[in-house]
C-alpha cells in the first residue's frame, strides 16, 4: 500500500483520523468525513477504496513518518545511549502530539472484528524495529550496551510505560498536581521522558 500522498488526500486522512478517534470507527461513517473534509463521498471512495482501507492508510501514514525519523537518527554523529535518548525523546513526543491516531490503533483496531490488512503494518514496524537494532548492536560492538538485551521488548518498554501514565490521566493528573494540559503534557515531555531514558538506560549498560 501506498504511503506517499497528496495534499488532498492528506487533508481526509486528517479529518477522518480525529472522527475515527472521537466517534470510534465503527461510529464514523464515509459521510461523516466527507461533510467535515468538505468534499463528496465519491471522492474518499476515489482515492481510498473502504473504510477499511482508509484506517490502514492513517496508520501506515504515521508509521512511515517514523521510520523516515528513524532512518536519520542511525546517520547522526552521536554515541549510542545518545540516540537512546533521542529515540525516546522522539517515540514519546510523536504518540503524544498524535494520541488519535494511537488511540484507534490500541483500541479499534486491536478488535478480532475488524478486517483490515495488517501486512504493510507489520512490515513498517519491522523495518523501525531494524532501525532500533543497529542502534543497539553499534552499542555493543562499541562496548556500551550489554549483549543480553532483548530489542524487540525494548519498545514495549517505551510505549508501555507512556500509554500507563496516559490511561491513568486522571489519577496521574490529581497526584501530580498536573492541573492544565500543558502542565500535562510539560510532564511528559520532560520528567517522564527521562524516567522512561534512565529506565533504558539501566536495561541496556552495565551501570549498577
Known amino acids: 500500500m501506498k504511503t ?23 461510529g464514523t461513517s464515509i459521510r461523516d468525513i466527507a461533510k ?25 501514514n504515521r ?4 521510520k523516515i525519523q528513524l532512518d536519520i537518527l542511525t546517520l547522526e554523529d552521536l554515541d549510542p545511549l545518545q540516540k537512546m535518548h533521542k ?10 502530539s498524535n494520541r488519535c491516531i494511537y488511540k484507534i490503533i490500541h483500541f479499534e483496531f486491536s478488535s478480532s472484528q475488524r478486517v483490515i490488512n495488517l501486512q504493510a503494518f507489520t512490515d513498517l514496524k519491522k523495518e523501525n524495529l531494524k532501525s532500533l537494532e543497529s542502534i543497539i548492536q553499534d552499542g555493543q ?5 550489554r549483549k543480553d538485551v532483548v530489542v524487540p521488548l525494548l519498545t514495549t518498554t517505551i510505549l508501555g510505560t ?6 491513568n490521566r486522571f489519577f496521574y493528573q490529581n497526584l501530580l498536581n498536573l492541573n492544565t494540559e500543558e502542565e500535562y503534557n510539560t510532564y511528559i515531555k520532560t520528567t517522564l521522558t527521562m524516567h522512561i531514558q534512565q529506565t533504558i538506560k539501566a536495561l541496556l549498560t552495565y551501570e549498577s
Open 162 to 167: 507512556y500509554f500507563h501514565f496516559h490511561l
Open 4 to 26: 506517499d500522498f497528496n495534499e488532498k488526500q492528506i487533508q481526509i486522512l486528517q479529518v477522518a483520523e480525529t472522527l475515527f478517534a472521537e466517534k470510534g470507527f465503527d
Open 63 to 66: 508509521v512511515a513518518a517514523i
Open 141 to 145: 560492538e562499541k562496548g556500551v550496551f
Open 87 to 96: 529515540l525516546i525523546e522522539m517515540y514519546i513526543d510523536k504518540i503524544n
Open 36 to 60: 467535515e473534509a468538505n468534499i463528496n463521498i465519491a471522492m474518499v471512495s476515489y482515492y481510498f477504496g473502504s473504510k477499511e482501507q482508509l484506517l490502514e492508510s492513517i496508520i501506515l
